[in-house]
C-alpha cells in the first residue's frame, strides 16, 4: 500500500515539474486512485509476465488475495463507493485481515498463519538467509555506476506514460 501511495505522489510530482516551472497549474490530475490501484494488480501482473495466473479474481488464477476491513478507522472517512482510494491513500498493513497466497491461509483475522511444524525462528533465518544471497549476488554482479543507470522516471513504468498522453 506505501508503494501505491509512493507511485501515485511520485507520478504526480513529476507530470507538475513542467507546469509549476511555467508557474502555472494543472487542471487535472495524472493519475488516478483506481489507475493505481489497477498498476499495482492487473498491470503488475501483467508487467511481470503473470497477467494468465495474477492480478485479477478469475476462474484458473491463483487464489491470492489480500481482504482489508473497511470499518477499520483508516478507512471509515471514505465513501463505500471509492473503495481504490481507501486502498490507495489510507489502508495500510494493520487493515488487512486476511492473506491467501495461491489458496493457501496466511494471515487471518489479522495474524499470521504458520504451516504445521513452521517456527518462527526458522522462518527469520531463511529470511535471513535469503537477503545475504541476494545482496552478494547484487554486489558482484553490479558496479555503481550500472546501479545508477538502473535508476527510472515514473514514465517507464508500463501503463503510465499511456496514463499521462490521454
Same mark, same amino acid.
Given at each position: 500500500?506505501?508503494?501505491?501511495?509512493?507511485?501515485?505522489?511520485?507520478?504526480?510530482?513529476?507530470?507538475?515539474?513542467?507546469?509549476?516551472?511555467?508557474?502555472?497549474?494543472? !487542471?487535472?490530475?495524472?493519475?488516478?486512485?483506481?489507475?493505481?490501484?489497477?498498476?499495482?494488480?492487473?498491470?503488475?501482473?501483467?508487467?511481470?509476465?503473470? /497477467?494468465?495466473?495474477? /492480478?485479477?479474481?478469475?476462474?484458473?488464477?491463483?487464489?491470492?488475495?489480500?481482504?482489508?476491513?473497511?470499518?477499520?478507522?483508516?478507512?471509515?472517512?471514505?465513501?463505500?463507493?471509492?473503495?481504490?482510494?481507501?486502498?490507495?491513500?489510507?489502508?495500510?498493513?494493520?487493515?488487512? !485481515?486476511?492473506?491467501?497466497?495461491?489458496?493457501?491461509?496466511? $494471515?487471518?483475522?489479522?495474524?499470521?498463519?504458520?504451516?504445521?511444524?513452521?517456527?518462527?525462528?526458522?522462518?527469520?533465518?531463511?529470511?535471513?538467509?535469503?537477503?545475504?544471497?541476494?545482496? $552478494?549476488?547484487?554486489?558482484?554482479?553490479?558496479?555503481?555506476? %550500472?546501479?545508477? %543507470?538502473? $535508476?527510472?522516471?515514473?514514465?517507464?513504468?508500463?501503463?503510465?506514460?499511456?496514463?499521462? %498522453?490521454?
Amino acid at each position: 500500500m506505501t508503494q501505491m501511495r509512493l507511485l501515485l505522489q511520485s507520478t504526480r510530482n513529476y507530470y507538475n515539474e513542467g507546469y509549476i516551472a511555467r508557474d502555472r497549474l494543472s !487542471r487535472r490530475l495524472p493519475l488516478t486512485m483506481s489507475d493505481v490501484f489497477r498498476l499495482a494488480t492487473i498491470d503488475g501482473a501483467h508487467c511481470l509476465g503473470m /497477467g494468465h495466473l495474477l /492480478g485479477s479474481i478469475e476462474r484458473g488464477k491463483k487464489a491470492d488475495l489480500i481482504l482489508i476491513d473497511s470499518r477499520s478507522p483508516t478507512a471509515l472517512g471514505i465513501a463505500r463507493d471509492q473503495s481504490a482510494a481507501a486502498i490507495v491513500l489510507h489502508a495500510n498493513v494493520g487493515d488487512i !485481515r486476511w492473506v491467501i497466497v495461491d489458496g493457501q491461509m496466511k $494471515k487471518k483475522d489479522g495474524k499470521l498463519v504458520l504451516d504445521q511444524g513452521q517456527s518462527w525462528a526458522a522462518i527469520a533465518t531463511e529470511l535471513e538467509t535469503s537477503r545475504n544471497r541476494l545482496m $552478494k549476488s547484487f554486489d558482484e554482479n553490479f558496479s555503481t555506476d %550500472e546501479i545508477e %543507470e538502473l $535508476k527510472i522516471k515514473p514514465t517507464d513504468i508500463m501503463g503510465i506514460k499511456d496514463i499521462l %498522453e490521454d
